[in-house]
């Protein structure tokens, strides 16, 4: 497994969550690192791309002024912080790095973590 996400479980509406994503045994590779989310029932969808070669964030609209992508240089690590919580947040996430392009499709990226649940009551 190349890439670890952990922080999910349960939080309320309105409420906040920060997932990680760490690279284990190697730094992050390509132009970027991205997020995205499954729901029941539902396809994998983007939520938002960090790409570290032109220091950019790129969202998806469902999310944009809520959540936010960073990365921990020193250990390895990129986050999502993820505010003010819906229900319709609800879904695994998944992290993904070796990105190349713009980095806000699956096809764009080469490495994936395994996933996260993030489950949000209101």
């Known amino acids: 497994v190349q890439l670890v996400e952990s922080g999910g479980g349960p939080a309320q509406a309105g409420g906040s969550l920060r997932l990680s994503c760490a690279a284990s045994g190697r730094t992050f590779r390509g132009n970027g690192a991205g997020w995205f989310r499954q729901a029941p029932g539902k396809e994998r969808e983007f939520v938002g791309v960090?790409?570290?070669?032109?220091?950019?964030?790129y969202y998806a609209d469902s999310v944009k002024g809520r959540f936010t992508i960073s990365r921990d240089n020193a250990n390895n690590v990129v986050f999502l912080q993820m505010n003010d919580l819906k229900p319709e947040d609800t879904a695994v996430y998944y992290c993904a790095d070796g990105a190349v392009g713009a980095g806000r499709r699956q096809s764009d990226y080469r490495y994936w973590g395994q996933g996260t649940q993030v489950t949000v009551s209101s």
């Open positions: 960090l790409r570290w070669t032109v220091g950019i964030t």
